[in-house]
C-alpha cells in the first residue's frame, strides 16, 4: 500500500530564503508525483507535476525534482515571500493505478514567511 | 472556463439530518473525484467517476454516504443521516485522461460542520 509522507509538518523561515520541502513515498512503481498548494480555507491548486520519466519541473520561483528510485521529492522556493505562506501537499498516482486515476496525498507541510 | 464549481461553500446542520453536496466539474472533463479532508485525516479520495460511472467507492466511509453522477456536467454527495464526526471540508475535482498526464482540478471546496 502506498504511503506519502511529508516531513516536516510545518516550517517557518524569515522572508527571502531558499527553501526545500521533502516528499516521500513508499511504493517507487508512480505514474506521477504532483504538488499542490493549498491557502487556509480554499482548494488546493496544482504547482508542478513531474512524470516518473522525468527528474524536475520548473515554474517561476518553484522547482521540483523527483527520485523515483529513492521515493523522494522536492519542492525548492527560491527567495521566499510572505504570500508563499500556505500549507504544500505532494501526491502521487501509482502506476497500478493509472488508468483509474487515483492519487494518494501527503499530510502536507504548513510553510510559514516571516516578513 | 470558470473552474470546478461546489456548493453550497459552507453547510452547517445537525445530526440526523440529510446533506447534499454539489459539484459541476470543469467542461469536457472525464473524470471526477470527492475527497474529504480532515485535520486528523488529512486528504481522503472517497469516490471517483469515469464517465459518470462510478469506478471506485472503497473510500466511502459508510453507507450514509452515496454519491451520483446523471451526467457530465453534474455530480451529488450525499450524507444521511449526518453525524458530527463527518464534519470536514469535502473537495470535488476533475481531470481529462488524455491530457496533462490526468492533472487533476480542485474546486473551493465545502466546508460542512454537524453539530
Known amino acids: 500500500k502506498q504511503e506519502v509522507t511529508q516531513i516536516p509538518a510545518a516550517l517557518s523561515v524569515p522572508e527571502g530564503e531558499n527553501l526545500v520541502l521533502n516528499c516521500s513515498f513508499t511504493d517507487s512503481a508512480i505514474y506521477n508525483l504532483q504538488w499542490f498548494r493549498q491557502d487556509p480555507g480554499k482548494g488546493l491548486t496544482s504547482l508542478l507535476l513531474?512524470?516518473?520519466?522525468?527528474r524536475e519541473q520548473t515554474s517561476g520561483r518553484l522547482n521540483a525534482s523527483l527520485d523515483k528510485s529513492s521515493g523522494r521529492s522536492t519542492l525548492y522556493i527560491a527567495a521566499s515571500q510572505p504570500g508563499d505562506s500556505a500549507t504544500y501537499l505532494c501526491a502521487v498516482r501509482h502506476d497500478q493505478y493509472s488508468s483509474a486515476s487515483k492519487i494518494i496525498f501527503g499530510s502536507g507541510t504548513r510553510l510559514s514567511i516571516r516578513p | 472556463d470558470a473552474g470546478v464549481i461546489q456548493s453550497p461553500r459552507h453547510e452547517v446542520t445537525e445530526m440526523g439530518q440529510e446533506v447534499t453536496l454539489r459539484c459541476k466539474p470543469i467542461?469536457?472533463?472525464?473524470?471526477l473525484f470527492w475527497y474529504r479532508q480532515t485535520m486528523m485525516r488529512g486528504l481522503e479520495l472517497l469516490i471517483y467517476?469515469?464517465?459518470?460511472?462510478?469506478?471506485?467507492d472503497s473510500g466511502m466511509p459508510e453507507d450514509r454516504f452515496s454519491a451520483k453522477m446523471p451526467n457530465a456536467s453534474f455530480s451529488t454527495l450525499k450524507i444521511q443521516p449526518s453525524e458530527p464526526r463527518d464534519s470536514a471540508v469535502y473537495f470535488c475535482a476533475s481531470s481529462l485522461y488524455s491530457s496533462s498526464y490526468n492533472e487533476q482540478f480542485f474546486g473551493p471546496g465545502t466546508r460542512l460542520t454537524v453539530l
Open positions: 513531474i512524470q516518473s520519466s522525468q
Open positions: 467517476f469515469n464517465n459518470n460511472v462510478p469506478i471506485d
Open positions: 467542461s469536457g472533463h472525464d473524470y
